[in-house]
């Protein structure tokens, strides 16, 4: 069973930086595209971005293109959200997920979730 480990959340002030990761574990993770999802107070979850299993394809929101940038190390079983000119309105519960086929930006094709890092951009 696959299973999905976020870490590096807290609290950052606008225009920080910060890097979320988050550790495959149970299946072959080269096998598994990777996605970045957030959910607000309030709000429901969102597409972030997402990476193919070779991590040769990224796609983002339009939210934050230019701005957060994932990568996938298949040695190393992790994936990364690094996250620059953080804006209040990214703050939100940053989940990580995982799916065998290509990529996407539908939550609902996702068939492994974590537990979620908290994210806080506050002055």
């Known amino acids: 069973q696959v299973q999905l480990v976020e870490s590096g959340g807290g609290l950052v002030q606008p225009g920080g930086s910060l890097r979320l990761s988050c550790a495959f574990s149970?299946?072959?993770?080269?096998?598994?595209?990777m996605g970045w999802f957030r959910q607000a107070p309030g709000k429901e979850r969102e597409f972030v971005t997402s990476i193919s299993r070779s991590g040769g394809i990224t796609i983002y929101a339009d939210s934050v293109k230019g701005r957060f940038t994932i990568s996938k190390d298949n040695a190393k079983n992790k994936v990364y959200l690094q996250m620059s000119s953080l804006k209040p309105e990214d703050t939100a519960v940053y989940y990580c997920a995982a799916r065998q086929e290509s990529y996407s930006s539908n939550s609902n094709l996702y068939n492994y979730w974590g537990q979620g890092t908290q994210v806080t951009v506050s002055s």
């Open positions: 149970g299946r072959t993770f080269s096998h598994y595209a």
